[in-house]
């Protein structure tokens, strides 16, 4: 059979060659079920939805940060009551089968969510269908036991949740995805456990027969079914060059990311966990580049205490070894809420700020704990700079009551088109500024960051703010950093360093791969690639100069997957 080339959105880089694996994803025999049979089938039913839940809190249990707070999110979901009571009725009233019922109730709460035209939530309604998928599946024991066949598989289906990523994660090569998106969560959770995988594919891959072969780009979005002998022979020799990489990267965690004409970029890490820390020091993090605080708290039943944030930083801290920790406060809202805060208009520091006694709990221990260790105040979702200056005067009155004279230095996100274009008057009030690419991307391009689409971040426009925002800092003597997604990706990681970044934020998993990429790299001729890309008019046109620019031993292709 001739080769098939689809093309998709790239949502976790790496290669991958393997066979297809159709993973059932209805589980609906449509059959009605008598009266006398109904309470044993609502029995069977609200037993799945607890055993989901069980399941997806284990293997919360084994992921780290963001990842295992997403997927404990989804135990949640499954025991929330207004979706257990939508299922008993469509078994008590309406006669549905077990597994028809579960299916029925996550859809038209997905769909409910989805109505609500908020793109913060379209990650959530995806989630909710995946809780559905599984404990549909749970249901009945010969699909609950189903497995991936043995060897390396590639998962084909139109969606997956992040705990069926976190699941199957042992056994997948890649994933290939009709739906989902690159910041979707089953993405953030493949990129975390180093998972090519490619979404957005067009609906013809679902015809795709199980166990044909498959090559998968994540890094180009792209897709070959059938591919021929010599595709499949250069794609085997490439993943082994990965792997052979990474464990180079590993063993070379102690040299220092260094261009090759001299130039320093600080690589550290985005955690939320001890664990994460851990991994990502093996990997020659140089600190902590963004501690996710919010992400402890999010299932919390009110504001946390000064108590409870001590205790969530002191064991990640303590692993420091005198390393620095930019640690940004509560970054509540939009797909963020805890229940106690339920749908709020307001995120980030504008929500803290209406909250001034809960905010002065964080910065209290923040204090607390910087008595023992260097750490950066970061200030989430910035708006201006009297913003920064109201959170200073709330930050010195805690120092003042716990005695503390040398303050923490505040850092300032950028993740807005109106805080990027006010970034000099910002980094006049600050000592650092952190770009978070993820939402400075959707807000400028007006795009939904959970699905897939048009919105990377080396589309000119993104490009611009961060250029003007890399002048503004500085122009003010301060350092800037990239903190979301684009610090790890491959394309962009040239133009970052040509713009002028000084720090890169990464996750644990890429740490690694991205200090060896900036010591292949060549400063000065990053930015003259750089500073050519802000006159052009699309993200085509900046990728196709990236790639003419890499040498064959940097292409994004070739680049390090770090547990491929």
Same mark, same amino acid.
């Given at each position: 059979?001739?080769?098939?080339?689809?093309?998709?959105?790239? /949502?976790?880089?790496?290669?991958? +060659?393997?066979?297809?694996?159709?993973?059932?994803?209805?589980?609906?025999?449509?059959?009605?079920?008598?009266?006398?049979?109904?309470?044993?089938?609502?029995?069977?039913?609200?037993?799945?939805?607890?055993?989901?839940?069980?399941?997806?809190?284990?293997?919360?249990?084994?992921?780290?940060?963001?990842?295992?707070?997403?997927?404990e999110t989804g135990a949640m979901m499954a025991?929330?009551?207004?979706?257990?009571?939508?299922?008993?009725?469509?078994?008590?009233?309406?006669?549905?089968?077990?597994?028809?019922?579960?299916?029925?109730? @996550?859809?038209?709460?997905?769909?409910?969510?989805?109505?609500?035209?908020?793109?913060?939530?379209?990650?959530?309604?995806?989630?909710?269908?995946?809780?559905?998928?599984?404990?549909?599946?749970?249901?009945?024991?010969?699909? #609950?036991?189903?497995?991936?066949?043995?060897?390396?598989?590639?998962?084909?289906?139109?969606?997956? =949740?992040?705990?069926?990523?976190?699941?199957?994660?042992?056994?997948?090569?890649?994933?290939?995805?009709? =739906? =989902?998106?690159?910041?979707?969560?089953?993405?953030?959770?493949?990129?975390?456990?180093?998972?090519?995988?490619?979404?957005?594919?067009? /609906?013809?891959?679902?015809?795709?027969?199980?166990?044909?072969?498959?090559?998968?780009?994540?890094?180009?979005?792209?897709?070959?079914?059938?591919?021929?002998?010599?595709?499949?022979?250069? %794609?085997?020799?490439?993943?082994?060059?990965?792997?052979?990489?990474?464990?180079?990267?590993?063993?070379?965690?102690?040299?220092?990311?260094?261009? @090759?004409?001299?130039?320093?970029?600080?690589?550290?890490?985005?955690?939320?966990?001890?664990?994460?820390?851990?991994?990502?020091?093996?990997?020659?993090?140089?600190?902590?580049?963004?501690?996710? @605080?919010?992400? #402890?708290?999010?299932?919390?039943?009110?504001?946390?205490?000064?108590?409870?944030?001590?205790?969530?930083? *002191?064991?990640?801290?303590?692993?420091?070894?005198?390393?620095?920790?930019?640690? *940004?406060?509560?970054?509540?809202?939009?797909?963020?809420?805890?229940?106690?805060?339920? *749908?709020?208009?307001?995120?980030?520091?504008?929500?803290?700020?209406?909250?001034?006694?809960?905010?002065?709990?964080?910065?209290?221990?923040?204090?607390?704990?910087?008595?023992?260790?260097?750490?950066?105040?970061?200030?989430?979702?910035?708006?201006?700079?009297?913003?920064?200056?109201?959170?200073?005067? +709330?930050?010195?009155?805690?120092?003042?009551?716990?005695?503390?004279?040398?303050?923490?230095?505040?850092?300032?996100?950028?993740?807005?088109?109106?805080?990027?274009?006010?970034?000099?008057?910002?980094?006049?009030?600050?000592?650092?500024?952190?770009?978070?690419?993820?939402?400075? %991307?959707?807000?400028?391009?007006?795009?939904?960051?959970?699905?897939?689409?048009?919105?990377?971040?080396?589309?000119?426009?993104?490009?611009?703010?961060?250029?003007?925002?890399?002048?503004?800092?500085?122009?003010?003597?301060?350092?800037?950093?990239?903190?979301?997604?684009?610090a790890s990706d491959p394309r962009m990681l040239? +133009?970052?360093?040509?713009?002028?970044?000084?720090?890169?934020?990464?996750?644990?998993?890429?740490?690694?791969?991205? *200090?060896?990429?900036?010591?292949?790299?060549?400063?000065?001729?990053?930015?003259?690639?750089?500073?050519? @890309?802000?006159?052009?008019?699309?993200?085509?046109?900046?990728?196709?100069?990236?790639?003419?620019?890499?040498?064959?031993?940097?292409?994004?292709?070739?680049?390090?997957?770090?547990?491929?």
């Amino acid at each position: 059979m001739a080769e098939q080339h689809l093309h998709g959105t790239p /949502a976790s880089p790496g290669v991958a +060659l393997g066979l297809v694996w159709l993973r059932p994803e209805r589980i609906d025999d449509g059959r009605h079920v008598a009266p006398a049979e109904r309470e044993a089938q609502r029995q069977v039913a609200l037993g799945a939805l607890s055993a989901a839940a069980e399941a997806l809190r284990e293997l919360a249990a084994g992921l780290d940060g963001e990842e295992a707070a997403i997927v404990e999110t989804g135990a949640m979901m499954a025991l929330d009551p207004a979706l257990t009571q939508s299922v008993a009725d469509a078994v008590t009233a309406d006669g549905l089968s077990a597994a028809a019922a579960i299916l029925r109730a @996550t859809d038209g709460y997905a769909e409910t969510i989805a109505a609500l035209n908020d793109e913060t939530l379209a990650a959530r309604a995806d989630d909710v269908r995946s809780l559905g998928r599984r404990a549909a599946r749970l249901t009945s024991d010969d699909l #609950a036991r189903e497995q991936p066949p043995g060897g390396e598989v590639i998962i084909v289906a139109h969606d997956l =949740g992040p705990a069926d990523v976190a699941e199957l994660a042992g056994s997948l090569a890649g994933v290939a995805l009709v =739906g =989902g998106g690159a910041t979707g969560h089953a993405a953030i959770v493949a990129r975390s456990l180093g998972i090519p995988m490619v979404t957005g594919l067009a /609906a013809e891959l679902l015809a795709v027969d199980s166990g044909a072969t498959v090559v998968l780009d994540g890094t180009a979005g792209s897709v070959i079914v059938d591919p021929s002998s010599a595709v499949s022979a250069a %794609t085997a020799t490439e993943v082994q060059r990965n792997r052979r990489a990474a464990k180079r990267a590993r063993a070379e965690h102690s040299r220092p990311a260094v261009t @090759t004409d001299g130039r320093k970029i600080a690589v550290l890490a985005n955690v939320a966990s001890r664990a994460e820390l851990d991994a990502a020091l093996a990997e020659g993090a140089e600190g902590i580049g963004l501690l996710r @605080t919010e992400l #402890a708290f999010l299932d919390a039943p009110d504001w946390p205490s000064e108590q409870q944030h001590s205790d969530a930083l *002191r064991p990640i801290l303590a692993g420091l070894g005198g390393r620095c920790a930019i640690v *940004r406060v509560l970054d509540f809202g939009a797909d963020k809420s805890p229940p106690f805060l339920g *749908r709020i208009p307001e995120r980030g520091l504008e929500l803290l700020l209406a909250h001034p006694d809960a905010l002065l709990s964080q910065l209290r221990a923040i204090l607390q704990s910087a008595r023992d260790h260097e750490l950066v105040l970061l200030l989430p979702m910035v708006d201006s700079p009297s913003q920064i200056v109201e959170t200073r005067g +709330l930050l010195e009155s805690a120092a003042g009551e716990l005695g503390i004279v040398s303050l923490p230095r505040i850092g300032s996100m950028v993740e807005t088109p109106a805080a990027a274009a006010d970034a000099r008057a910002i980094a006049a009030e600050c000592d650092l500024l952190s770009i978070g690419t993820n939402d400075l %991307t959707a807000s400028t391009l007006g795009v939904n960051r959970f699905t897939s689409g048009d919105g990377v971040a080396h589309d000119p426009r993104v490009l611009r703010l961060i250029a003007s925002s890399v002048e503004a800092a500085h122009g003010a003597g301060i350092p800037i950093e990239v903190c979301g997604e684009a610090a790890s990706d491959p394309r962009m990681l040239p +133009l970052l360093v040509g713009l002028g970044i000084d720090e890169l934020s990464v996750g644990a998993a890429q740490v690694g791969a991205v *200090r060896a990429r900036i010591r292949a790299l060549d400063a000065a001729d990053a930015g003259r690639l750089a500073r050519s @890309t802000l006159a052009m008019e699309a993200a085509e046109q900046v990728e196709a100069a990236v790639l003419r620019h890499q040498r064959p031993s940097e292409s994004t292709r070739g680049a390090v997957q770090v547990g491929l």
